[in-house]
């Protein structure tokens, strides 16, 4: 059965709370911070309202803590969907009666929809206010709201789960003896056993979940409880059946080297934000290290170093391509290098070197945040080969570069026209923040930081795609993609300073390029006269 369960997260089953049981729950539990701040908020007699994506664990978390009979005395309200909105007030208003407590669940458009009549209870108006001023104070607006004295809001869509910690101790639950496939005579040798096998070591383990944190701080985008288990669960299984794993106990079907977690992962075929984030952004086979790449391609194991599993006895990549098997020897060497990764001493040094060329907000000091990101945003569009030739206002500040075509071309074909720069002074960088009374409840800040306009408000996110593409901007010169976020910000911008950016009669200047860092066509200026205007 628990084979059954670990494999079943896969396909999202088993991290739906409603379709476990208790004992289930207990086996996959992973204890995080946020648990005792809902406990210390009861004990202080506040409400607590739990919201978030679904897959975030807001009712596997309320369930659990009841179960262990943490949440005594309160009345808990696992699904605010689940009932009419009335029945729902009536309950809350029930509970502040009888001076108990009230847990709730509920998915963020519901709660605002169930907000705005309890706004208008006499009873309840003073919690409905607190709870809409936490909704709306999110870690991404870098602003604090007012500290509750009645409703504490725990928004889990905030919550971090890329830890490594956290990752780590997931992956150790599921990988004890107790969930081992039975597949007869060789359940010890199945590649899901070896894999738990591999994962109980602690080098191993961690650098897996280095390697998961990775891939997903890379990606830039919340990461739920349930995308988490998916990723492991494919990792350790592959996504193969106990029927399945017999077969491949009898045909080998993995060949001499087996699947390892991030072969599972690197598949094509897997599903999952997550796991497709480790197959783009954390996959040890796709990053350069040449004298390790070298080693493996000619001997079949680093240059130096010990294996932490058994050795693997498999033919060289250069002997399979000398004999013609060209495929063949490009598979074997990326099988090798992420076991490399996970299961040689070498591999710590192979990580290591992945995170280090990772791009991270947080590892830039603010002030060069936002140096980089102007920069980088102005070189998107102006190479470093035309600014030599731009005029000074096309060289300082932003450019707010709009692209006009009738075609259906993608927007690096299209030609651009600026007519002003927006100067640097007007644009700050905002860092996520989080309310002082929630602590370490919701895991480290997540990896991203705001360039924001201070007169029009107008924000673009700084996560590490968007950092690392803005860094290949200012550090290459041939044809880079347009990020759709950079387009729609400089486009936002420019509507902005069009209805209200300062016009005084005069010279302007225009210039147009054929295409994002194409050439710089014309530069020139309009000559604004009260009866029209004229190029000079």
Same mark, same amino acid.
């Given at each position: 059965?628990s084979?059954?369960l670990?494999l079943?997260?896969y396909?999202? =089953?088993a991290?739906?709370?409603d379709?476990?049981?208790?004992?289930?729950r207990?086996?996959?539990? %992973?204890r995080?911070p946020?648990?005792?701040r809902i406990t !210390?908020?009861i &004990?202080d007699?506040?409400?607590? %309202?739990l919201?978030g994506n679904?897959?975030?664990?807001?009712?596997?978390?309320v369930r659990?803590l009841g179960?262990?009979?943490?949440?005594?005395?309160a009345?808990v309200?696992?699904?605010?969907?689940a009932?009419? $909105?009335?029945d !729902?007030?009536a &309950?809350?208003?029930?509970c502040r009666?009888?001076?108990r407590r009230?847990v709730?669940?509920?998915?963020e458009?519901?709660?605002?929809?169930?907000n705005?009549?309890?706004s208008?209870?006499?009873?309840l108006? !003073?919690?409905?206010?607190?709870l809409?001023?936490?909704?709306?104070?999110?870690v991404e607006?870098g602003?604090?709201p007012t500290r509750?004295?009645r409703?504490?809001?725990?928004?889990l869509a905030? &919550?971090?789960?890329l830890?490594?910690?956290l990752?780590a101790?997931?992956?150790?639950?599921?990988?004890?003896?107790?969930?081992?496939p039975d597949v007869g005579?060789?359940?010890?040798?199945?590649s899901?056993?070896r894999?738990?096998?591999?994962l109980?070591q602690?080098?191993?383990?961690?650098?897996f979940?280095?390697l @998961?944190?990775?891939a997903g701080t890379r990606?830039g985008?919340?990461v $739920?409880?349930r995308?988490?288990?998916?990723?492991i669960s494919?990792g350790v $299984?592959?996504?193969?059946?106990?029927?399945k794993?017999k077969?491949?106990?009898?045909?080998d079907?993995?060949?001499?080297l087996?699947a390892?977690p991030i072969?599972?992962l690197?598949?094509?075929?897997?599903r999952?934000?997550?796991?497709?984030?480790?197959r783009?952004?954390?996959d040890?086979a796709?990053?350069?290290d040449p004298?390790?790449?070298?080693s493996?391609?000619?001997?079949?194991? *680093?240059?130096?170093g010990?294996?932490?599993?058994?050795?693997?006895?498999?033919?060289h990549?250069?002997?399979?391509w000398?004999m013609g098997?060209?495929d063949?020897?490009?598979?074997?060497?990326?099988r090798?290098?992420?076991?490399?990764a996970?299961a040689h001493? &070498?591999?710590d040094e192979?990580v290591r070197?992945?995170t280090?060329a990772?791009a991270?907000p947080?590892?830039v000091e603010?002030?060069?945040?936002l140096?980089?990101?102007?920069?980088?945003?102005?070189r998107?569009y102006?190479?470093q080969?035309?600014d030599a030739?731009?005029p000074e206002w096309?060289?300082s500040?932003?450019p707010l570069?709009?692209?006009f075509?009738?075609?259906q071309?993608?927007?690096?074909e299209?030609?651009?026209?600026a007519v002003v720069?927006?100067?640097?002074?007007?644009?700050?960088? %905002?860092?996520?923040?989080?309310?002082?009374w929630?602590?370490?409840?919701?895991?480290?800040l997540p990896?991203?930081?705001?360039?924001?306009?201070?007169?029009?408000? $107008?924000?673009?996110?700084? =996560?590490?795609?968007m950092l690392a593409?803005l860094k290949?901007?200012?550090?290459?010169s041939?044809?880079l *993609?347009i990020p759709?976020?950079?387009?729609r910000?400089?486009?936002? @911008?420019?509507?902005w300073?069009?209805l209200?950016?300062?016009r005084?009669?005069?010279?302007e200047a225009f210039?147009?390029l054929?295409r994002?860092?194409?050439?710089?066509e014309?530069d020139g200026r309009v000559r604004?006269?009260v009866?029209?205007?004229?190029? %000079?």
């Amino acid at each position: 059965m628990s084979y059954d369960l670990l494999l079943s997260l896969y396909y999202a =089953d088993a991290s739906n709370a409603d379709l476990t049981t208790q004992e289930e729950r207990e086996l996959l539990h %992973v204890r995080t911070p946020v648990e005792g701040r809902i406990t !210390a908020a009861i &004990r202080d007699g506040f409400d607590v %309202v739990l919201t978030g994506n679904p897959g975030d664990g807001k009712s596997h978390l309320v369930r659990t803590l009841g179960e262990r009979g943490d949440l005594v005395g309160a009345e808990v309200l696992l699904d605010l969907s689940a009932i009419p $909105t009335g029945d !729902a007030i009536a &309950r809350w208003k029930a509970c502040r009666a009888a001076k108990r407590r009230f847990v709730m669940c509920a998915n963020e458009g519901p709660l605002r929809s169930f907000n705005e009549v309890a706004s208008a209870d006499e009873a309840l108006n !003073a919690s409905a206010w607190e709870l809409r001023q936490q909704l709306a104070h999110r870690v991404e607006s870098g602003e604090v709201p007012t500290r509750p004295a009645r409703a504490l809001l725990i928004n889990l869509a905030d &919550r971090n789960v890329l830890s490594e910690p956290l990752i780590a101790d997931a992956v150790a639950r599921v990988c004890r003896d107790a969930f081992v496939p039975d597949v007869g005579v060789f359940s010890a040798e199945c590649s899901a056993a070896r894999n738990m096998l591999l994962l109980q070591q602690d080098a191993p383990r961690r650098r897996f979940a280095q390697l @998961l944190a990775l891939a997903g701080t890379r990606r830039g985008e919340h990461v $739920t409880f349930r995308r988490l288990w998916q990723a492991i669960s494919l990792g350790v $299984t592959g996504g193969r059946t106990v029927a399945k794993l017999k077969d491949e106990s009898k045909n080998d079907a993995d060949g001499p080297l087996g699947a390892s977690p991030i072969d599972n992962l690197a598949r094509r075929a897997g599903r999952g934000v997550l796991v497709e984030a480790v197959r783009r952004f954390a996959d040890p086979a796709c990053f350069t290290d040449p004298d390790l790449d070298e080693s493996l391609w000619h001997t079949g194991a *680093p240059p130096s170093g010990e294996w932490l599993c058994e050795e693997p006895s498999a033919e060289h990549p250069a002997t399979m391509w000398a004999m013609g098997r060209r495929d063949d020897a490009i598979d074997q060497l990326k099988r090798l290098k992420r076991l490399v990764a996970l299961a040689h001493e &070498r591999g710590d040094e192979l990580v290591r070197a992945m995170t280090r060329a990772t791009a991270r907000p947080s590892a830039v000091e603010p002030r060069a945040l936002l140096d980089v990101s102007l920069r980088g945003i102005r070189r998107l569009y102006l190479s470093q080969r035309e600014d030599a030739n731009a005029p000074e206002w096309l060289r300082s500040g932003l450019p707010l570069w709009v692209g006009f075509s009738y075609e259906q071309a993608p927007v690096e074909e299209r030609p651009h026209v600026a007519v002003v720069s927006l100067p640097e002074d007007e644009f700050e960088l %905002v860092q996520p923040t989080r309310p002082e009374w929630l602590g370490d409840a919701l895991g480290p800040l997540p990896e991203r930081a705001w360039l924001r306009h201070r007169r029009s408000s $107008t924000l673009l996110r700084i =996560d590490p795609e968007m950092l690392a593409a803005l860094k290949a901007a200012t550090e290459s010169s041939g044809p880079l *993609p347009i990020p759709e976020p950079v387009h729609r910000f400089l486009a936002q @911008l420019a509507g902005w300073d069009e209805l209200h950016g300062e016009r005084p009669l005069g010279d302007e200047a225009f210039a147009v390029l054929s295409r994002p860092r194409g050439e710089l066509e014309v530069d020139g200026r309009v000559r604004l006269r009260v009866e029209g205007a004229s190029y %000079v």
